[in-house]
Nanobody, 120 residues
Framework: QVQLVESGGGLVQAGDSLRLSCRAPARTFGSFAMGWFRQAPGKEREFVAAVDLSGRNTAYSDSVKGRFTVSRDAPRNTMYLQMNNLKPEDTAVYYC?????????????WGQGTQVTVSS
């Protein structure tokens, strides 16, 4: 079983920044593209951002494009989500996930989530 561990969530005010981290086992991190998702209360889980195995190609949802940046640090087996200019509508539990099988677009491995709360 693959363990993904998120950290970095918290309570901030609108306009503030946060950086989320997702640490993965070395074998997982070096084999799979990875992504961030979020789920707000009463809503379905939605895609936020993704980064490919090389770290050179990224994708974002329209709601976070220009404010969030996804990256990966191979020596640290860690993926990051830098979130700037946070808005109350960004409040959600944020999950990291690893794509498996590779290239499938399906995410088979998930972390436990970290809460991000943005006050107005």
């Amino acid at each position: 079983q693959v363990q993904l561990v998120e950290s970095g969530g918290g309570l901030v005010q609108a306009g503030d920044s946060l950086r989320l981290s997702c640490r993965a086992p070395a074998r997982t991190f070096g084999s799979f593209a990875m992504g961030w998702f979020r789920q707000a209360p009463g809503k379905e889980r939605e895609f936020v951002a993704a980064v490919d195995l090389s770290g050179r190609n990224t994708a974002y949802s329209d709601s976070v494009k220009g404010r969030f940046t996804v990256s990966r640090d191979a020596p640290r087996n860690t993926m990051y989500l830098q979130m700037n200019n946070l808005k109350p509508e960004d409040t959600a539990v944020y999950y990291c996930a690893a794509e498996s099988p590779p290239g499938s677009g399906a995410y088979a491995y998930w972390g436990q989530g970290t809460q991000v709360t943005v006050s107005s």
